[in-house]
């Protein structure tokens, strides 16, 4: 299977901003987006408003967007970066941590941004939706699957525990599918730590008993293999 290159958010921006003054006005603008879809609701989403929001021209927006929509699909990119990097970071931090407060910390930084973030996320999805672009949205945040299936790759390593290809891929997609489902469904159950803590235990439980799993599946591989 090749393996996918993840969409940088800079292939949906009009404008790259290669300068950190650049970068400033870009992040500024995202912030003023956010805030209006959290606070006011995505049907506020205007040229007008995100330039009253943000305290920069329209003409400055369309220096880096093409229109809303656009703008939309980048920020969207821009938080999937942000949350890779600081699951990178706790990753980093959590190495010499037992295996369960290491787990605890990687969910809770995905728990926190489905939180934060829920409105301006169901505002994507009706964007990529609408714009028939939900394959390219897909292939993007799979670098964020990817990243969620490295990180509990490593930590179950330090832990003395190895997970199979098809291991981490069915981890991964199970802690960002249910989050998904609660920030489509607007469900209150994204605010209740017991979500956070169901979604621990499933990680940890098929972490550690998986090993078994593996175990003899290979077992059975191996002899039908033999006896074909």
């Known amino acids: ?41 995505a049907d506020r989403i205007t040229t007008k408003r995100i330039s009253e929001v943000s305290g ?10 093409q229109d809303r929509d656009s703008l939309l699909l980048a920020m969207a990119m821009s938080h999937r970066d942000k949350v890779i990097e600081r699951l990178k970071s706790t990753l980093a931090a959590s190495r ?7 787990i605890s910390r990687l969910v809770a930084v995905n728990v926190a941004y489905a939180r934060s973030h829920r409105k301006t996320l ?11 672009r939900a394959a390219r949205m897909q292939e993007a945040m799979r670098g964020l699957d990817d990243c969620i299936g490295r990180c509990l790759a490593q930590l179950a390593e330090s832990d003395g525990l190895a997970l199979s290809p098809v291991c981490r891929f ?37 972490m550690t008993e998986g090993q078994a799993f593996d175990a003899a599946h290979a077992t059975h591989s191996t002899a039908a293999s033999q006896s074909a």
């Open 170 to 206: 069915v981890l991964s997609r199970s802690l960002t599918g249910v989050l998904w489902s609660a920030v489509m469904d607007d469900s209150d159950l994204l605010d209740d730590q017991e979500i956070e803590d169901h979604i621990c235990a499933m990680l940890i439980g098929a």
């Open 56 to 65: 920069f021209s329209i003409g400055t927006l369309y220096q880096y967007f």
């Open 96 to 102: 010499d941590q037992p295996l369960r407060e290491a």
């Open 1 to 41: 299977m090749k393996a996918v290159k993840a969409v940088k958010a800079g292939k949906v921006v009009r404008r790259r901003p290669m300068q950190a003054r650049s970068e400033s006005t870009v992040d500024a603008i995202y912030e003023a987006t956010s805030q209006i879809i959290e606070r006011e609701g």
């Open 122 to 132: 169901r505002a994507v999805m009706r964007v990529v939706t609408r714009k028939g």
